[in-house]
Protein backbone atom coordinates (compact mmCIF):
# COMPACT_ATOMS: atom_id res chain seq x y z
CA UNK A 1 0.00 0.00 0.00
CA UNK A 2 0.71 3.08 -0.24
CA UNK A 3 2.07 5.10 3.17
CA UNK A 4 4.67 7.99 3.78
CA UNK A 5 4.97 8.71 7.53
CA UNK A 6 6.93 11.36 9.15
CA UNK A 7 6.97 12.74 12.63
CA UNK A 8 5.17 16.00 13.09
CA UNK A 9 7.47 18.08 15.42
CA UNK A 10 11.12 19.18 15.32
CA UNK A 11 12.37 21.78 17.41
CA UNK A 12 15.80 22.51 17.21
CA UNK A 13 18.70 25.71 18.60
CA UNK A 14 20.05 27.91 15.78
CA UNK A 15 22.91 27.18 14.17
CA UNK A 16 22.46 23.32 15.29
CA UNK A 17 21.79 20.70 12.91
CA UNK A 18 18.09 19.05 12.04
CA UNK A 19 17.17 16.10 11.07
CA UNK A 20 14.08 15.39 10.05
CA UNK A 21 12.99 11.55 9.08
CA UNK A 22 10.98 9.86 6.66
CA UNK A 23 9.69 5.89 6.28
CA UNK A 24 7.44 5.08 3.25
CA UNK A 25 6.24 1.38 2.44
CA UNK A 26 6.54 1.27 -1.44
CA UNK A 27 9.77 -0.28 -2.45
CA UNK A 28 9.14 0.19 -5.74
CA UNK A 29 9.20 4.17 -5.52
CA UNK A 30 11.36 5.85 -7.75
CA UNK A 31 11.94 8.97 -6.78
CA UNK A 32 11.47 10.51 -3.18
CA UNK A 33 11.39 14.56 -3.03
CA UNK A 34 11.47 17.03 0.09
CA UNK A 35 9.32 20.09 -0.03
CA UNK A 36 9.38 23.06 2.41
CA UNK A 37 6.10 25.16 3.04
CA UNK A 38 6.54 28.34 4.60
CA UNK A 39 2.92 30.16 6.51
CA UNK A 40 0.50 30.99 3.81
CA UNK A 41 2.57 29.83 0.84
CA UNK A 42 2.79 26.99 -1.92
CA UNK A 43 5.48 24.26 -2.03
CA UNK A 44 8.77 24.51 -2.77
CA UNK A 45 11.23 21.86 -3.80
CA UNK A 46 13.74 21.45 -1.93
CA UNK A 47 15.68 18.71 -3.31
CA UNK A 48 15.30 14.94 -4.25
CA UNK A 49 16.67 11.53 -5.04
CA UNK A 50 17.06 9.06 -7.58
CA UNK A 51 16.33 5.47 -5.70
CA UNK A 52 19.58 4.45 -6.89
CA UNK A 53 21.36 6.94 -5.04
CA UNK A 54 21.80 6.33 -1.33
CA UNK A 55 23.35 10.22 -0.51
CA UNK A 56 22.79 13.59 -2.40
CA UNK A 57 24.39 16.76 -0.81
CA UNK A 58 23.32 20.15 -2.06
CA UNK A 59 24.98 23.02 -0.30
CA UNK A 60 23.19 22.91 3.98
CA UNK A 61 20.77 19.93 2.84
CA UNK A 62 21.78 16.54 2.82
CA UNK A 63 19.81 13.78 1.98
CA UNK A 64 20.36 9.70 3.14
CA UNK A 65 17.84 7.00 1.30
CA UNK A 66 18.34 3.71 2.84
CA UNK A 67 16.40 1.52 0.21
CA UNK A 68 16.65 -1.79 2.76
CA UNK A 69 14.89 0.28 5.97
CA UNK A 70 12.54 2.45 3.31
CA UNK A 71 14.22 5.32 5.10
CA UNK A 72 14.33 8.94 4.21
CA UNK A 73 16.36 11.61 5.66
CA UNK A 74 16.68 15.12 5.35
CA UNK A 75 19.64 16.63 7.12
CA UNK A 76 20.11 21.03 7.23
CA UNK A 77 23.14 21.72 8.47
CA UNK A 78 23.52 25.03 10.33
CA UNK A 79 20.15 25.63 10.77
CA UNK A 80 18.73 29.26 10.65
CA UNK A 81 15.58 30.85 11.84
CA UNK A 82 14.48 31.04 8.15
CA UNK A 83 14.22 27.37 7.90
CA UNK A 84 11.36 27.03 10.41
CA UNK A 85 8.38 26.06 8.17
CA UNK A 86 6.74 22.39 7.29
CA UNK A 87 8.64 20.22 5.28
CA UNK A 88 6.87 17.36 3.19
CA UNK A 89 8.57 14.25 2.75
CA UNK A 90 6.73 12.74 -0.92
CA UNK A 91 7.06 9.47 -2.78
CA UNK A 92 6.83 9.13 -6.52
CA UNK A 93 4.68 5.90 -7.88
CA UNK A 94 6.66 3.92 -10.72
CA UNK A 95 6.02 3.93 -14.16
CA UNK A 96 5.02 7.50 -15.90
CA UNK A 97 2.32 8.49 -14.10
CA UNK A 98 4.24 11.16 -11.91
CA UNK A 99 1.61 10.50 -8.77
CA UNK A 100 3.10 11.86 -5.59
CA UNK A 101 2.32 10.35 -2.02
CA UNK A 102 2.71 12.65 0.48
CA UNK A 103 3.56 12.64 4.79
CA UNK A 104 1.79 14.59 6.78
CA UNK A 105 4.93 17.01 7.07
CA UNK A 106 6.83 17.75 10.09
CA UNK A 107 7.11 21.24 11.61
CA UNK A 108 10.44 22.25 12.44
CA UNK A 109 10.65 25.50 14.77
CA UNK A 110 14.16 26.73 15.30
CA UNK A 111 14.85 28.96 18.48
CA UNK A 112 17.77 30.97 19.47
CA UNK B 1 12.50 23.96 -13.18
CA UNK B 2 9.04 25.94 -14.11
CA UNK B 3 7.53 28.83 -12.98
CA UNK B 4 4.05 28.35 -12.14
CA UNK B 5 1.05 31.20 -11.08
CA UNK B 6 -2.44 30.38 -9.91
CA UNK B 7 -5.19 32.57 -10.09
CA UNK B 8 -7.23 33.82 -7.93
CA UNK B 9 -4.69 33.22 -4.59
CA UNK B 10 -7.07 33.28 -2.40
CA UNK B 11 -11.03 33.85 -2.31
CA UNK B 12 -14.38 33.56 0.12
CA UNK B 13 -17.15 31.90 -1.26
CA UNK B 14 -21.13 30.83 -1.00
CA UNK B 15 -21.94 27.65 -0.66
CA UNK B 16 -23.43 26.37 -3.84
CA UNK B 17 -21.35 28.15 -5.90
CA UNK B 18 -18.31 27.14 -7.97
CA UNK B 19 -15.09 28.73 -8.33
CA UNK B 20 -12.52 27.99 -11.36
CA UNK B 21 -8.94 27.85 -10.45
CA UNK B 22 -6.26 28.90 -12.92
CA UNK B 23 -3.22 27.73 -13.66
CA UNK B 24 -0.53 28.81 -15.89
CA UNK B 25 3.03 27.71 -16.22
CA UNK B 26 6.05 29.22 -18.61
CA UNK B 27 7.06 26.71 -20.16
CA UNK B 28 4.98 23.66 -22.26
CA UNK B 29 4.38 20.56 -20.04
CA UNK B 30 2.82 17.17 -20.96
CA UNK B 31 0.96 16.65 -17.39
CA UNK B 32 -0.43 18.67 -15.20
CA UNK B 33 -1.33 17.92 -11.74
CA UNK B 34 -4.03 18.99 -9.14
CA UNK B 35 -3.78 18.50 -5.32
CA UNK B 36 -5.72 19.63 -2.21
CA UNK B 37 -4.50 20.30 0.76
CA UNK B 38 -7.18 20.43 3.33
CA UNK B 39 -6.46 22.53 6.83
CA UNK B 40 -3.82 21.56 8.56
CA UNK B 41 -3.38 18.34 6.39
CA UNK B 42 -0.86 16.95 4.21
CA UNK B 43 -1.48 17.28 0.13
CA UNK B 44 -3.90 15.12 -1.72
CA UNK B 45 -4.07 14.20 -5.53
CA UNK B 46 -7.15 15.10 -6.96
CA UNK B 47 -6.71 14.58 -10.79
CA UNK B 48 -3.97 14.78 -13.41
CA UNK B 49 -4.67 16.94 -16.56
CA UNK B 50 -3.33 15.78 -19.69
CA UNK B 51 -3.62 17.81 -22.94
CA UNK B 52 -6.12 16.76 -25.81
CA UNK B 53 -7.51 14.03 -23.50
CA UNK B 54 -9.85 13.34 -20.43
CA UNK B 55 -8.52 14.17 -16.87
CA UNK B 56 -7.83 11.17 -14.62
CA UNK B 57 -9.85 11.80 -11.24
CA UNK B 58 -8.08 9.64 -8.49
CA UNK B 59 -10.22 7.66 -5.87
CA UNK B 60 -13.09 9.99 -4.04
CA UNK B 61 -12.90 12.51 -6.57
CA UNK B 62 -15.55 12.96 -9.76
CA UNK B 63 -15.60 14.66 -12.71
CA UNK B 64 -18.59 16.24 -11.72
CA UNK B 65 -17.47 17.89 -8.59
CA UNK B 66 -13.63 19.48 -10.04
CA UNK B 67 -14.38 19.92 -13.60
CA UNK B 68 -10.62 20.08 -15.19
CA UNK B 69 -10.04 21.84 -18.80
CA UNK B 70 -6.75 21.56 -20.49
CA UNK B 71 -6.69 23.33 -23.65
CA UNK B 72 -3.14 23.53 -24.16
CA UNK B 73 0.44 22.48 -23.25
CA UNK B 74 1.05 25.72 -20.83
CA UNK B 75 -2.53 26.67 -19.09
CA UNK B 76 -5.23 24.36 -16.82
CA UNK B 77 -7.82 24.70 -15.04
CA UNK B 78 -9.90 22.90 -11.78
CA UNK B 79 -13.52 24.29 -10.77
CA UNK B 80 -14.89 23.30 -7.59
CA UNK B 81 -18.18 23.13 -8.33
CA UNK B 82 -21.67 23.32 -5.62
CA UNK B 83 -18.97 24.44 -2.80
CA UNK B 84 -19.96 22.88 0.29
CA UNK B 85 -17.37 24.22 4.11
CA UNK B 86 -15.98 21.17 3.97
CA UNK B 87 -14.68 21.92 -0.32
CA UNK B 88 -12.38 24.84 2.05
CA UNK B 89 -9.07 24.12 1.00
CA UNK B 90 -5.20 25.16 -0.56
CA UNK B 91 -5.45 24.05 -4.11
CA UNK B 92 -2.48 23.57 -5.71
CA UNK B 93 -1.26 23.16 -9.55
CA UNK B 94 1.70 21.11 -10.18
CA UNK B 95 3.80 19.77 -13.27
CA UNK B 96 6.57 17.77 -13.56
CA UNK B 97 9.77 18.31 -15.67
CA UNK B 98 11.07 15.28 -16.57
CA UNK B 99 14.83 15.17 -18.46
CA UNK B 100 17.13 11.96 -18.65
CA UNK B 101 17.15 10.85 -14.70
CA UNK B 102 15.67 14.02 -13.50
CA UNK B 103 12.40 14.24 -12.56
CA UNK B 104 11.37 17.64 -10.58
CA UNK B 105 7.78 18.28 -9.46
CA UNK B 106 7.42 22.04 -9.07
CA UNK B 107 3.77 23.37 -7.28
CA UNK B 108 2.17 26.76 -7.82
CA UNK B 109 1.55 29.38 -4.97
CA UNK B 110 -1.74 27.78 -4.20
CA UNK B 111 -4.97 29.32 -4.18
CA UNK B 112 -6.47 29.37 -0.53
CA UNK B 113 -10.36 28.51 -1.00
CA UNK B 114 -12.77 29.34 1.88
CA UNK B 115 -16.11 28.16 1.73
CA UNK B 116 -18.74 30.40 3.45
Known amino acids: GEDVEQSLFLSVREGDSSVINCTYT??????LYWYKQEPGAGLQLLTYIFSNMDMKQDQRLTVLLNKKDKHLSLRIADTQTGDSAIYFC????????????FGAGTRLAVHP | SAVISQKPSRDICQRGTSLTIQCQVD?????MFWYRQQPGQSLTLIAT?????????ESGFVIDKFPISRPNLTFSTLTVSNMSPEDSSIYLC?????????????FGPGTRLTVL
Open chain 2, 49 to 57: ANQGSEATY
Open chain 2, 94 to 106: SVGVVFKYNNEQF
Open chain 1, 90 to 101: AEKQPGGYNKLI
Open chain 2, 27 to 31: SQVTM
Open chain 1, 26 to 31: DSSSTY
